[in-house]
């Protein structure tokens, strides 16, 4: 199977990288750009028995390895169906 | 108006970090995590008169600022409307 993590920042938490981005954008003549956020996501292919067990591995995922919990939100996007590819 | 701009490598592209996550989930014992692949997220807030304008400037920042086209592909994610927060 295969699902998408997205990791942000919490809201009251500073982002300077994003801020960064948003005057390189206003710098390049995008001034209609008000704010950029950055966030991390992973693609990630797993072999689980069925949905929920997919959604258990990968919440645990998301909270144990891919997250900073103090200062970082997770969540789950759409889990496929797919069989792993090898690489 | 609000939008997020997924960026994420080629799928011919190696991506060692990508690697290094799904070693780090084995050694924590989730063994059943074939691939990850890693990429960036960007939650942009923008004024723009309206949907078809804020997707030609997402589709350029996509282009020029966000991604390398050499190695990464971008994706523009829903497209919703709401004021711009100040920061």
Redesign the interface.
């Known amino acids: 199977m295969r699902a998408t993590i997205?990791v942000?920042l919490k809201a009251d938490v500073l982002d300077p990288q994003?801020k960064a981005?948003q005057r390189?954008?206003a710098s390049?003549g995008?001034r209609?750009?008000?704010?950029?956020?950055?966030?991390?996501?992973?693609?990630?292919?797993?072999?689980?028995p069925d949905r929920a067990a997919a959604e258990r591995?990968l919440r645990?995922?998301g909270e144990?390895?891919?997250s900073n919990p103090v200062i970082e939100d997770y969540r789950i996007d759409r889990i496929e169906d797919a069989k792993?590819?090898?690489?």
């Open positions: 997205f942000t994003g981005i390189a954008a390049l995008y209609d750009v008000a704010q950029v956020r950055q966030g991390k996501l992973f693609e990630v292919t797993l072999d689980a591995l645990e995922m144990k390895l891919l792993p590819t090898a690489r």
